[in-house]
């Protein structure tokens, strides 16, 4: 989890270097769809995961996926 310093401060887009927003994102795998609410690039719409969510929540629902 994240400490409440590291929330407070702002992802930038590497490309654009615009502040990410939090967005609804429609997500797609093994022909399921998603939509998930995940930070976004307001200018390019680069998506960003993070490393925990990615590792974790997503690699327990991919394993789901793939199961079935």
Known sequence: MKSEHQKDLPWLCD???KELE?????????????????????????VFIEEDLALGKMLEVEKGLEDK
Do not use: A, I, S, T
């Open 15 to 17: 490309k654009c270097k």
């Open 22 to 46: 939090y967005r609804k994102v429609k997500v797609r795998y093994l022909g399921g769809h998603f939509e998930v609410e995940l930070m976004k690039c307001p200018q390019c719409n680069m």
